[in-house]
């Protein structure tokens, strides 16, 4: 731990996730009845700026919204978050993005329709390069533009910013990001379609190895509850995951990074701040709903008083 205050800069999505849950999914063409319906302000960006902003860290927000009542709910839930917003556009040509959420036996199954988010673009991340400026760590996803994010990715790198991506929703990535990137933190699905692997238990530092290849400075893949693997110039180990009673899924990947750009911005060693990233995450998912199942910086470090192995 550092008595650095982390300022991280998050350039990403706004959705508003209309959660239902039901005992079950349906089955194609089936109908089945749920048991609640929830709006929730969601996105991976905002997602992640909320939690980061939750853990303590100075937050800057650069996105897209319509002007439409979501758009508002979705900046109001940022502000009263301690996010700052400045940088968040309003746009009249599309609506604000919308995700679509089955919660089921403790998983989710996700659709989402990008909206406005399609309208962050390269000159939005012009435009807050003051903002960007002023922070140490860069957080970047997947569900706007790539062509913003290879923007924000070059932009933070000319300010001498560390870049963390977040590869989700998982795609194909140009050369130049990876070699743009700090830390990448892929699923174990994102991390199969990245590297070409199909990925069993022992195949795992080897589908890492081909995203370091591609020259980012290190592979964190998060393995839900077998917690993380890191691989880095100074190889490769695992670290264990803490154990919690699921509630809901949606928000741990989001957590996860928040953490993670929180605790390199704070200086922290990488194993330290991926544990750190790893209380965030097993916190987040005790509770519904994704921003606000976001934890305090007291209830992380409350974390640290538990029993915890790693397997190195």
């Known amino acids: 731990m550092t008595d650095k205050q982390a300022r991280v800069a998050v350039i990403g999505s706004l959705n508003m996730d209309v959660v239902v849950q039901a005992l079950r999914p349906p089955q194609m063409g089936e109908t089945v009845l749920g048991e609640a319906v929830h709006?929730?302000?969601?996105?991976?960006?905002?997602?992640?700026?909320?939690?980061?902003?939750?853990?303590?860290?100075?937050?800057?927000?650069?996105g897209s919204v319509g002007s439409d009542p979501f758009g508002q709910d979705l900046l109001e839930s940022l502000k009263k978050s301690g996010v700052e917003t400045t940088a968040v556009k309003t746009v009249s040509i599309a609506p604000t993005g919308v995700a679509s959420i089955l919660l089921s036996g403790g998983d989710n199954r996700i659709i989402v329709v990008p909206g406005a988010n399609g309208h962050c673009l390269p000159e939005d991340v012009d435009a807050g390069k003051e903002r960007i400026a002023g922070v140490d760590v860069?957080?970047?996803?997947?569900e706007i533009?790539?062509?913003?994010?290879?923007?924000?990715?070059?932009?933070?790198?000319?300010?001498?910013?560390?870049?963390?991506?977040?590869?989700?929703?998982?795609?194909?990535?140009?050369?130049?990001?990876?070699?743009?990137?700090?830390?990448?933190?892929?699923?174990?699905?994102?991390?199969?379609?990245?590297?070409?692997?199909?990925?069993?238990e022992e195949d795992l530092a080897e589908a890492m190895q081909v995203l370091l290849d591609q020259g980012v400075g290190c592979v964190v893949t998060t393995l839900g509850e077998q917690g993380a693997a890191i691989l880095s110039g100074e190889g490769f180990r695992r670290v264990a995951v803490?154990?919690?009673?699921?509630?809901?899924?949606?928000?741990?990947?989001?957590a996860f990074n928040a953490g993670l750009a929180c605790a390199l911005s704070e200086e922290m060693e990488l194993a330290e701040a991926v544990?750190?990233?790893?209380?965030v995450a097993a916190l987040a998912v005790t509770r519904l709903g994704a921003q606000d199942g976001?934890?305090?910086?007291?209830?992380?470090?409350?974390?640290?008083?538990?029993e915890r192995k790693d397997d190195k």
Do not use: C, W
């Open 39 to 62: 709006f929730i302000p969601g996105g991976k960006g905002a997602n992640q700026a909320v939690a980061a902003a939750r853990l303590g860290a100075h937050t800057e927000m650069i």
């Open 138 to 142: 860069v957080l970047l996803q997947l």
């Open 275 to 279: 544990d750190f990233a790893g209380r």
């Open 242 to 254: 803490h154990p919690v009673d699921v509630v809901d899924t949606t928000g741990a990947g989001d």
């Open 294 to 306: 976001m934890p305090t910086r007291r209830e992380v470090e409350a974390l640290y008083g538990t």
């Open 145 to 200: 533009p790539l062509e913003t994010v290879l923007s924000a990715a070059r932009t933070a790198k000319e300010l001498g910013k560390k870049v963390v991506l977040n590869p989700a929703p998982a795609r194909e990535l140009p050369g130049e990001l990876y070699r743009l990137t700090d830390v990448i933190t892929p699923n174990r699905s994102e991390l199969e379609l990245l590297s070409g692997h199909s990925i069993g």
